[in-house]
C-alpha cells in the first residue's frame, strides 16, 4: 500500500511530498478442514442438539440420578425437585450430593410447573416420554454411525496422528497456551496453522473417552443389550450408574459444545465459519506491518 505524505512546512517550502510504503501483515490461506471433517461436524450439529434436549426430556420423567443398581429415593447423587415450603410456596431445588440449591424459574419448578429442566429445553414437548424415546434413540444411531465413520477416517488418513495427538512439545507449551486462552491472545502465523494443545486434549477426549462413554452407557441402559450382553451392565456398576455416568458424559458434550463455540467467536467466528465450510482457513503474519520511506 501506498501513499503520500507532506507536512504543513514542507507545503510551504514547495517541497515534494515523500512517498510511504505501508508493509501490511502478510495473508496466507491454508486448507485446514477436508471434506469428510466438514460433513461430519455439520451433521453433529442437529444430531447432538436433538440427542441432548430429548435426553432432557426422558431425564424428567424421574429426574433423580443414583449410583449402583437400584434407585434409592432417599439418597440420590443429583436430583431437581420441586418442594414446597413452610409457607405453602413452590420452589425448585437441586440437589448434588446431599447440598440443596434454590433454583426456581430454571429447574425444579419454572412456568408455574413442577418440572426438572424447562421445557424449551426438552424435545418433542411436554411430557411426550415414548416419543421422546423414539427420537432419542434414532438420533443416537445417526450420532454412532457418523462418528464411526469419522473415526475411520480420522485413523486412516492419519487425522489423528497428525493433527489431533499433542505432541511432547505440546504438552510442554500448556501453561503458555493456557495463558493465551485467559488473555485472549490467540496464535497467529504458523501456529495457527494446526490445533493448540488445548484443543487436542479435548479434542481426543471427546473422540476417545466421551463418546465411547455415552454409547456404552446407553447401549448399557438397553434391557435388549442388558439381556445379550449382561457384562456391559456389570462393568459400569449396575443400571442406574450407568444412567449416571450417562449424564455426566452428555453434559461433558454440552460443557465442550459451550467453550467451542465461544472460542470460535472470539477467535475470529467469519474465519472460522468459513474454514468449517470451505475448508480454507486464513492466517495472518505475527509480525507487525512497517512503515518506511521510499
Same mark, same amino acid.
Given at each position: 500500500?501506498?501513499?503520500?505524505?507532506?507536512?504543513?512546512?514542507?507545503?510551504?517550502?514547495?517541497?515534494?511530498?515523500?512517498?510511504?510504503?505501508?508493509?501490511?501483515?502478510?495473508?496466507?490461506?491454508?486448507?485446514?478442514?477436508?471434506?469428510?471433517?466438514?460433513?461430519?461436524?455439520?451433521?453433529?450439529?442437529?444430531?447432538?442438539?436433538?440427542?441432548?434436549?430429548?435426553?432432557?426430556?426422558?431425564?424428567?420423567?424421574?429426574?433423580?440420578?443414583?449410583?449402583?443398581?437400584?434407585?434409592?429415593?432417599?439418597?440420590?447423587?443429583?436430583?431437581?425437585?420441586?418442594?414446597?415450603?413452610?409457607?405453602?410456596?413452590?420452589?425448585?431445588?437441586?440437589?448434588?450430593?446431599?447440598?440443596?440449591?434454590?433454583?426456581?424459574?430454571? /429447574?425444579?419448578?419454572? *412456568? =408455574?410447573?413442577?418440572?426438572?429442566?424447562? !421445557?424449551? #429445553?426438552?424435545?418433542?414437548?411436554?411430557?411426550? $416420554? +415414548?416419543?421422546?424415546?423414539?427420537?432419542?434413540?434414532?438420533?443416537?444411531? /445417526?450420532?454412532?454411525? *457418523? =462418528?464411526?465413520?469419522?473415526?475411520?477416517? !480420522?485413523? #486412516?488418513?492419519?487425522?489423528?496422528?497428525?493433527? $489431533? +495427538?499433542?505432541?511432547?512439545?505440546?504438552?510442554?507449551?500448556?501453561?503458555?497456551?493456557?495463558?493465551?486462552?485467559?488473555?485472549?491472545?490467540?496464535?497467529?502465523?504458523?501456529?495457527?496453522?494446526?490445533?493448540?494443545?488445548?484443543?487436542?486434549?479435548?479434542?481426543?477426549?471427546?473422540?476417545?473417552?466421551?463418546?465411547?462413554?455415552?454409547?456404552?452407557?446407553?447401549?448399557?441402559?438397553?434391557?435388549?443389550?442388558?439381556?445379550?450382553?449382561?457384562?456391559?451392565?456389570?462393568?459400569?456398576?449396575?443400571?442406574?450408574?450407568?444412567?449416571?455416568?450417562?449424564?455426566?458424559?452428555?453434559?461433558?458434550?454440552?460443557?465442550?459444545?459451550?467453550?467451542?463455540?465461544?472460542?470460535?467467536?472470539?477467535?475470529?467466528?467469519?474465519?472460522?465459519?468459513?474454514?468449517?465450510?470451505?475448508?480454507?482457513?486464513?492466517?495472518?503474519?505475527?509480525?507487525?506491518?512497517?512503515?518506511?520511506?521510499?
Amino acid at each position: 500500500m501506498k501513499f503520500f505524505v507532506q507536512s504543513g512546512s514542507e507545503l510551504h517550502r514547495g517541497v515534494e511530498p515523500r512517498l510511504l510504503v505501508a508493509a501490511l501483515p502478510p495473508v496466507e490461506c491454508v486448507y485446514r478442514h477436508r471434506l469428510p471433517v466438514r460433513i461430519s461436524h455439520w451433521l453433529n450439529v442437529p444430531v447432538l442438539i436433538i440427542l441432548i434436549m430429548s435426553g432432557l426430556q426422558i431425564f424428567n420423567a424421574h429426574p433423580a440420578l443414583y449410583w449402583g443398581d437400584r434407585s434409592d429415593r432417599d439418597r440420590p447423587v443429583f436430583s431437581i425437585r420441586p418442594m414446597q415450603t413452610e409457607s405453602g410456596e413452590v420452589r425448585g431445588i437441586t440437589t448434588i450430593l446431599g447440598h440443596p440449591f434454590d433454583t426456581t424459574g430454571v /429447574l425444579g419448578y419454572s *412456568n =408455574g410447573m413442577g418440572r426438572g429442566f424447562p !421445557a424449551w #429445553a426438552t424435545v418433542p414437548g411436554g411430557k411426550w $416420554l +415414548a416419543m421422546g424415546r423414539q427420537w432419542h434413540l434414532f438420533f443416537a444411531w /445417526l450420532f454412532v454411525i *457418523n =462418528g464411526l465413520i469419522f473415526t475411520a477416517y !480420522a485413523l #486412516a488418513s492419519r487425522h489423528v496422528t497428525r493433527d $489431533l +495427538a499433542p505432541t511432547g512439545r505440546d504438552l510442554r507449551r500448556i501453561g503458555k497456551s493456557i495463558k493465551g486462552h485467559l488473555t485472549l491472545r490467540h496464535p497467529a502465523g504458523d501456529e495457527a496453522k494446526r490445533y493448540n494443545v488445548l484443543q487436542k486434549l479435548a479434542y481426543v477426549a471427546i473422540l476417545f473417552i466421551v463418546a465411547p462413554l455415552i454409547v456404552l452407557t446407553g447401549l448399557a441402559m438397553s434391557p435388549t443389550i442388558d439381556a445379550a450382553a449382561p457384562w456391559l451392565l456389570t462393568a459400569f456398576g449396575g443400571r442406574q450408574a450407568a444412567r449416571t455416568i450417562h449424564f455426566i458424559a452428555c453434559f461433558s458434550f454440552v460443557g465442550f459444545i459451550i467453550v467451542h463455540v465461544i472460542q470460535v467467536i472470539l477467535a475470529g467466528f467469519f474465519n472460522n465459519i468459513r474454514s468449517m465450510i470451505t475448508g480454507w482457513f486464513v492466517i495472518k503474519s505475527d509480525h507487525q506491518g512497517v512503515s518506511h520511506e521510499a
